[in-house]
């Protein structure tokens, strides 16, 4: 297992902005980024996972019915 910091932004599309609403950071231990999102949004109808690098951590988005929008940013410590 790898240690991350881990940032968690939630984005609403009614506001009609680009920035987040709520962010929170946290540190984990976790054997894969990517199935620890998909976990979190197992129980959702639709949803859109796209993960993308940027400055070394991996960034993923969950994109969810109604243009709701959560973004992981994963930095290894």
Partial sequence: MKRYEVIKE???PCKGTQ??????????Q??????YVQE???KERSIEFLTTEQDGSTVIEALLEGGRKYRYTFSEL
């Fill in 10 to 12: 939630t984005f609403t």
């Fill in 19 to 28: 920035l987040p609403d709520n962010s929170e950071i946290q540190e984990m």
């Fill in 40 to 42: 979190q949004y197992k």
């Fill in 30 to 35: 976790l054997e894969n980024p990517a199935h």
